[in-house]
């Protein structure tokens, strides 16, 4: 059966804590992608646990160290007052830290990099997969802020796993019973008390200061939308004299994003404070009973070296707690926001195995089509037309009566409410939407044109075609010597959308494009609507030339272009109300018939004035 979903929105980021379940959710997510690499995570523990080790033995040895230097005058072990051997093991240790640790960085860099590849590629390919609806309702910058914070995350998460905190608990474990073995309990309990006051007013600061975070990257998103908004609508903007309402609005979306980052500082000075005050109180608490021990005799001055270094080993990665648990907390909710785009349902999703559509001749066939984008809204209503193999048919009416959404459910954008629609007799619904679509070439009203070159811009009818092939194209569709007018030919940029080409031009390329796809069955949707009379005159010509023995629909605003189509479909309101050839229609006297004398008027008229 085919899957059938409504388009699910997206969290708001409502500043508000997430529930506790859903981080440990959010980790058994990741799990899957980490998996592969569970070889190369189990040598990079391995290396994590010898760099911590040696790390732990620095200050063994600057003990002994320090308790071999701890000579009286005259002694006859004067003239060794360096003990070498120690010094070298000193050395050794250290540099074994830095090696290992090198090592587990080198080993673990494959892990979290492949997996935020596989992860970053996986919604990418979704996002692809969801339908127009959410295409439409998205917003580009926010989206592409979700999908670069949250391949960031992943890489941060595991560093922040791998390289601070399980480093942290492994030497805190090995801090803690070297102490219990070579001294006593109450060294442990010092650290322990420390410790867990430390981590508690951590996370509870931390906490609290999160809803300020969460506000201060919902507002860096919203601002940064805005900006990718204005941006692309660069036009639009300097034709209504815009630019200072846009930098107003702008400033405004940055005033506040300010203002949030003062408030979060404000908290992260509160939350650094508090943490070195109770630093503060264990280091004094620590180094007195050790002082006390070396006065009474019980403790050598290397004893008291070794506990100040293991204090300062371990409270040096702790300072950097508040900053770790924000970021981990911060990274989770990053990672989050990403999956929620992969657990995203499809609106349009092609049945298990189904099999691609294999196309004969051609024949499309709408049979009793409904069609509704809100089911309080019907679009179509019972449509039902045949456009035989090889031949065009064309779809006039006013605006709002329904045309350019024929071209959307035979493209499958998406699904119809009732009825079906058939390419040789096979329902679309039934076979893959990639072959669907692979069967289908399309000149659209508006042609948007990536930022490269022509020639990728042709190609991208049929990626991997040669220049021969994608020149051969261009002449078809009457744009070749212009580009071989220009300096750099193939090569010349087109700029952002296109906006370095007329509107002619952009069609011609976009009639190149489909040319070189060689479909069976051609949508030109109103593809000379935006431009003048004499361009689409001579794009008309190509567009009836490209149609040549293909199935075609043509949907048009003006009938002066739909005139050689074989039948031509008049809809109103979402129903066709006439149907017949251009001497058929104009005979009946019928809404066809209205419809071509307004526009013949107004062309007159125009053609007066000029």
Known sequence: MRRSSTALPLPADTGQPRPPGSDWATLRRLLPYLWPYRGRVAVALCFLVGAKLANVGVPVLLKHLVDALDLKPGDPRAMLVVPVGLL???????????????????????????????????????????????????????????????????????????????????EVSLVLAFLGWQFDAGYVWITLAALAV???????????????????????????????????????????NNEDFEAHRYDGGLEEYRRAQVKSQGTLSLLNTGQQLVIAVSLVAMLWRATTGVVAGQLTLGDLVMINAFLIQL????????????????SLTD???????LRREREVADDPDAPALSVLAGTVRFEQVSFAYEPARPIL????????????????????????????????????TDGRITIDGQDIRRVTQGS???????????????????????????????????????????????????????????????????????????????????????????????????????????????????????????????????????????????????????????????????????AREEAAQT
């Open 315 to 330: 409270y040096i990665p702790l300072n950097f707690l508040g900053v770790l648990y924000r970021e981990v907390k911060q």
């Open 198 to 240: 430390y981590i508690g007013f951590t996370v509870t600061v931390t906490e609290w200061r999160t809803t300020f975070r969460r506000k201060m990257n919902e507002l860096e998103s919203k601002a940064h939308s805005r900006a990718i908004d204005t941006l692309l609508n660069y036009e639009t903007v300097k034709y209504f």
């Open 88 to 170: 070298l093991a000193y050395a050794g240790l250290r540099l074994s830290t830095s090696l290992f640790t090198e090592l587990r960085e080198l080993i673990f860099a494959k892990v979290s990099f492949g997996a935020g590849k596989q992860i970053a590629l996986e919604v990418f390919r979704h996002l692809h997969a969801l339908s127009l609806r959410f295409h439409l309702e998205r917003q580009t910058g926010g989206l592409s802020r979700d999908i670069e914070r949250g391949t960031r995350a992943l890489q941060s998460l595991v560093s922040y796993s791998l390289y601070t905190i399980l480093p942290t608990l492994v």
């Open 381 to 416: 209503r019972d449509v039902s037309f045949e456009i035989p193999a090889g031949r065009t048919v064309a779809v006039v009416g006013p605006s709002g009566a329904g045309k350019s959404t024929l071209a959307r459910l035979l493209y499958r954008f998406y699904d119809v």
């Open 436 to 602: 669907v679509r692979r069967a289908i070439g399309i000149v659209p009203q508006d042609t948007v044109l990536f930022n490269d070159t022509v020639e990728y811009n042709i190609a991208y009818g049929r990626p991997g075609a040669s220049r021969d092939e994608v020149v051969a194209a261009a002449k078809a569709a009457h744009i070749h010597d212009f580009i071989a007018s220009t300096p750099k030919g193939y090569d010349t940029m087109v700029g952002e959308r296109g906006l370095k080409l007329s509107g002619g031009e952009k069609q011609r390329v976009a009639i190149a494009r489909t040319l070189l796809k060689d479909p069976p069955i051609l949508i030109f949707d109103e593809a000379t609507s935006a431009l003048d009379s004499a361009n689409e005159r001579a794009i008309q010509a190509e567009l009836k030339s490209a149609a040549q023995g293909k199935t075609a629909l043509v949907i048009a605003h003006r009938l002066s272009t739909v005139v050689d189509a074989h039948q031509i479909l008049v809809m109103r309101e979402g129903r066709i109300v006439e149907c017949g050839s251009h001497a058929e229609l104009l005979a009946r006297g019928g809404e066809y018939a209205r419809m071509w004398a307004l526009q013949q008027a107004a």
């Open 335 to 341: 990672l989050d926001r990403m999956f929620t785009l």
